[in-house]
């Protein structure tokens, strides 16, 4: 089935659920409602071949109402083709139905997205932090936290417990760039080994030999 037939089926199918079907570089997506995800990635996976869920995101757009949004991207074995669905979450009540019933590779997926921007799923079979510590306070990847990271109060079990440091985000993917690392070697900015890293804080003007 190909995701424009696919498009139409759910508009016949799902008419009040499905919405603003879109096609971007030949990237088909259409808008979910959100109480009906899991209904229709059942529906996808069954009855139009979507066999597969290659990647589940959250995005956040703040500033706006609903916030924050979930990405599905459903690939069919059989037809070898793409299918997006996007469901909007609101930031009062970020909760949306599990998928892990139709896809158990969700799982991780919607732990991450639990993670990193607080959206929580509903259904899931152990819905815990999967990149920071149980019990650490911010969501890295919401717009609001800021890009030098924030003080939080390290878990028991790690070295020197007890402490508040801040996030470790010198060098990470979440800081711009200083201006003078050359197009090269400035994506990603963890090619920069310890002294690079020495030098450049020490030498904030100094200009790269390419």
């Known amino acids: ?14 008419t009040d659920a499905v919405s603003n079907a879109t096609t971007f570089r030949d990237e088909h997506s259409i808008s979910v409602a959100l109480p009906r995800i899991a209904e229709v990635c059942t529906f996808l996976k069954k009855e139009c071949g979507f066999d597969m869920l290659t990647d589940l995101s959250g995005l956040d757009h703040y500033g706006e109402q609903p916030r924050f949004e979930v990405e599905y991207l459903l690939y069919s074995m059989t037809d070898h083709c793409y299918l997006r669905l996007k469901v909007r979450v609101p930031e009062q009540d970020p909760v949306v139905p599990s998928v892990t ?50 003080p939080a109060e390290l878990p028991d079990t ?11 985000m010198a060098g990470g993917p979440f800081v711009p760039g200083t201006g003078t690392r050359s197009t090269i070697y400035r994506e990603p900015r963890q090619y920069d080994t310890g002294v690079e890293q020495f030098v450049k804080i020490k030498n904030p003007t100094k200009k790269e030999q390419v």
């Open 101 to 150: 019933g139709v896809w158990q590779g969700a799982n991780w997926h919607e732990r991450e997205a639990y993670d990193m921007f607080g959206i929580r799923f509903s259904g899931h079979p152990n819905l815990k932090r999967i990149l920071m510590w149980e019990g650490y306070p911010y969501h890295p990847l919401r717009k609001d936290f800021p890009l030098a990271g924030l």
């Open 158 to 168: 790690a070295e020197g417990a007890g402490r508040v440091n801040v996030a470790p």
């Open 1 to 14: 089935m190909t995701p424009q037939l696919a498009i139409q089926t759910l508009h016949e199918r799902f």
